[in-house]
């Protein structure tokens, strides 16, 4: 084999069958390899490096299984280097195999095409596991570790350099069957502890974040158990259906932060509770984990549980059955509670609101909301219904403009079988609207909306109400949308009002053999900023 079709046949092995990817000479032996993988391996091309890693990301997202992409080096790494990123900052299994100048004359400085100073060393940087494969009996193994470390612990990318002309040498391969992660280790007396701090808490609250997606059916039974109220902001959407009256987002969210004893935090940093809404003596905290250095950064918690969600919830759930006082139904307070803030939202952000209840009007339960850094999104992660995990794929603390687009495209990729939307403003969309000639390509369904309002409209609003409305490098000259999708091939039309938006929302989901992009003009929305950026709640910040 050579060391490119040993990469290949270890991604294989381990459940991998696409290839995101963009062409060049260093990687030419790979893509030769990918060609003779035929049916066994897709290889999905996009037209920029950021489409093709954001393309992983969100297929991992999506998924939560490993991904990877391909690209040469120098450039080709810089230009997926945001997406890169993002899939650390969002613990997300993307495997990145980054081409390289010969082996020999790696770091001396030469000027080979794409040479770039200490590439291994950028890598590094970017992701906590990475290697440089230097032959064929290597490259297996390495393949296996990288897609190993990246779902164990804290989940994360990994990346694989290999030079030019060490994809095609040829070696003895041996492959071995993938090894078993290792089973979470459980502390049954951190356990026990934490079970009966939870099971005497009067007023307890259950925080999650991403850590939380594939442990839904255990914080559902716990909040059940507990009668504690669920947040979930951005990457935490989901883990309780919105439509348990125990289900909520900021701001409701943050009044319970004040009135609550004992937090449970799964698998979130929980940086807005503790530097936004503050901590005090009187809220005991424990943590769930996955990462053993993250329960402690920023505030000491009573109890921390660091493994897995899912595992350690079943655990606590088994265990909290021995120490749960009784407790009365929160329901009917929590459903009084949910329509008091609803009415305070819809005074405050009508027009962002009309616009996601057409969204979720038509999108199915099982469809999948993209966000992005724009009006419409700010509003979905506050008051967007999400009724199942990994249906609601937001950036998280990256918050990088732009990324909706090209990572929707991957969501769709690995969910043929669900609608897919991606919301974008017009800022956003235009950083990877490119790819919609990918969409193209490779007949991927996916239904785009632009908020086109002429403006990085954020920044605009910042400019008009902090800055004396003295607007500097916020205005946007725009194409016609509809026009500039339909010149790609992609079905296109225009929306000017929620009503209509339905329409073509409908329209765009039942297209299954290709894309399709619908332009909503809109004016400046209102903020929702003081509905996310509340003052402090209690105590001190940590
Ligand atoms: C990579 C990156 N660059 C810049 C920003 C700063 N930023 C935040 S929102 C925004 C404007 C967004 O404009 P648009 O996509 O049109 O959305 P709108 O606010 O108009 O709805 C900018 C430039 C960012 N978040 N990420
Ligand atoms: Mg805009």
């Given at each position: ?215 839904s059916a255990e914080v559902t039974e716990l909040s059940k158990m507990l009668q504690a109220p669920v947040l979930g902001y951005r990457r935490g959407r989901g883990v309780l259906d919105s439509r348990d009256p125990l289900s909520v987002t900021l701001p409701l969210g943050r009044e319970l932060w004040g009135e609550a004893d004992v937090v449970l935090g799964v698998g979130s940093r929980m940086l807005i509770q503790f530097r936004q809404w503050g901590i005090d003596k009187d809220l005991a905290v424990i943590r769930v984990d996955a990462d053993a250095q993250e329960p402690g950064r920023l505030h000491r918690p009573a109890v921390a549980l660091i493994g897995d969600a899912k595992p350690m919830l079943r655990r606590l759930i088994d265990v909290l059955g021995m120490h749960n006082a009784k407790r009365p139904s929160r329901r009917s307070e929590m459903q009084e509670r949910q329509g008091a803030w609803r009415s305070r939202l819809e005074q405050a952000l009508a027009p962002q609101l009309g616009y996601l209840d057409a969204i979720r ?182």
């Amino acid at each position: 084999m050579t060391t490119a079709e040993a990469v290949i046949a270890a991604m294989q092995q381990h459940g991998i069958d696409t290839l995101y990817a963009l062409p060049g000479v260093q990687n030419d032996l790979l893509f030769e390899a990918a060609f003779k993988a035929g049916d066994k391996l897709r290889t999905v091309h996009s037209r920029h490096e950021q489409g093709a890693a954001y393309m992983a990301l969100g297929a991992a997202l999506a998924t939560g299984k490993p991904q990877t992409y391909a690209v040469v080096p120098g450039p080709g790494l810089l230009n997926s280097s945001a997406a890169l990123l993002t899939a650390y900052s969002m613990n997300a299994p993307v495997l990145a195999l980054i081409g390289q100048i010969p082996d020999a004359d790696i770091g001396r400085d030469l000027g080979h095409l794409h040479e770039i100073r200490d590439q291994a060393g950028i890598i590094a940087r970017l992701v906590d596991h990475s290697a440089l494969i230097r032959k064929p009996e290597q490259a297996a193994r390495l393949t296996a570790n990288a897609i190993r470390a990246m779902a164990t612990g804290r989940p994360g990318p990994a990346a694989l350099e290999c030079a030019i002309d060490v994809w095609g040498r040829q070696g003895q391969v041996a492959l071995e069957p993938p090894r078993p992660l290792p089973a979470v280790k459980i502390d049954e007396d951190a356990i026990r502890r934490a079970a009966k701090r939870l099971g005497a808490a009067k007023r307890p609250l259950i925080v999650c974040g991403a850590g939380a997606q594939d442990a839904s059916a255990e914080v559902t039974e716990l909040s059940k158990m507990l009668q504690a109220p669920v947040l979930g902001y951005r990457r935490g959407r989901g883990v309780l259906d919105s439509r348990d009256p125990l289900s909520v987002t900021l701001p409701l969210g943050r009044e319970l932060w004040g009135e609550a004893d004992v937090v449970l935090g799964v698998g979130s940093r929980m940086l807005i509770q503790f530097r936004q809404w503050g901590i005090d003596k009187d809220l005991a905290v424990i943590r769930v984990d996955a990462d053993a250095q993250e329960p402690g950064r920023l505030h000491r918690p009573a109890v921390a549980l660091i493994g897995d969600a899912k595992p350690m919830l079943r655990r606590l759930i088994d265990v909290l059955g021995m120490h749960n006082a009784k407790r009365p139904s929160r329901r009917s307070e929590m459903q009084e509670r949910q329509g008091a803030w609803r009415s305070r939202l819809e005074q405050a952000l009508a027009p962002q609101l009309g616009y996601l209840d057409a969204i979720r009007a038509d999108l199915p339960e099982d469809g999948i909301f993209v966000d992005e850094v724009t009006q419409i999104g700010f509003v979905a992660r506050l008051a967007l219904p999400v009724y199942r995990p990994r249906t609601f794929i937001s950036p998280g603390y990256q918050d990088n403009l732009g990324w909706g687009y090209a990572t929707s495209l991957g969501v769709q990729d690995a969910r043929r079988d669900v609608p897919v939307i991606s919301i974008s403003g017009d800022g956003g969309f235009m950083f990877t609207a490119n790819e919609i000639a990918t969409a193209v390509r490779h007949r991927i369904p996916l239904t785009a909306v632009v908020f086109a309002d002429g403006a990085f409209g954020n920044v605009r609003r910042i400019q008009q109400e902090r800055f004396g409305n003295r607007l500097i490098a916020s205005d946007l000259a725009n194409p016609n949308f509809v026009k500039f999708a339909e010149s790609f091939g992609a079905a296109a039309e225009r929306a000017r009002s929620p009503e209509e938006l339905r329409g073509a929302l409908r329209r765009g989901f039942a297209r299954r053999d290709g894309p399709t992009v619908i332009e909503v003009p809109v004016g400046a929305f209102p903020s929702p900023w003081p509905f996310i950026f509340m003052p402090p709640i209690r105590g001190a910040k940590a």
